[in-house]
């Protein structure tokens, strides 16, 4: 079974702000990391911004339809894409905007990151917390106070 489920209720940051950093942290834990995005168009745009993120950091990974890579996917330390797929074997997943995954239990970490200003969104984290928690599993919920600290509110 997975052993930690994390839901970031995004408020005060985007995704493009608050995923790096959340990678970052994966990474510095001697982690590899799965970002699952819900198409195609969003992979690709999270792919771009990794790459530029931040001047002075370096998020090394790879995204599902860059032809330089092809082959070259479980060298990754973290692989952006939009199937069920985790050819890095990746201690942690991130499911952002929505994208889901049925199987949770290879990885040691899952965090499903959602924008709390989108009510679709926001109900599809309520449904997938509520089905999480009656399978069983262990979960927190954080939310950024008003410094942009993340705190642990369930």
């Known amino acids: 079974m997975v052993s930690e489920i994390l839901f970031?209720?995004?408020e005060r940051q985007s995704l493009e702000e608050a995923l790096p950093k959340l990678l970052e942290a994966s990474?510095?834990?001697?982690?590899r990391a799965v970002v699952q995005?819900?198409?195609e168009a969003r992979v690709k745009a999270?792919?771009?911004?990794?790459?530029?993120w931040r001047d002075d950091s370096f998020l090394p990974h790879g995204a599902d339809g860059d032809e330089r890579l092809q082959g070259f996917a479980a060298d990754?330390?973290?692989w952006v894409t939009a199937k069920d797929e985790t050819p890095n074997d990746a201690q942690v997943l991130f499911l952002v905007e929505g994208a889901a995954r049925q199987a949770l239990d290879d990885f040691e970490r899952c965090v499903f990151m959602f924008?709390?200003?989108d009510e679709e969104g926001l109900a599809q984290a309520r449904k997938?917390?509520?089905e999480l928690k009656q399978a069983g599993h262990d979960m927190t919920y954080w939310q950024q106070n008003n410094d942009g600290v993340?705190?642990?509110q369930a």
């Open 8 to 10: 970031y209720h995004l």
């Open 27 to 31: 990474l510095k834990r001697g982690w």
């Open 37 to 39: 995005a819900p198409d």
């Open 46 to 52: 999270l792919d771009e911004h990794l790459w530029r």
């Open 76 to 78: 990754q330390p973290i």
């Open 115 to 117: 924008n709390g200003r």
């Open 128 to 130: 997938k917390w509520s």
């Open 150 to 152: 993340w705190e642990k």
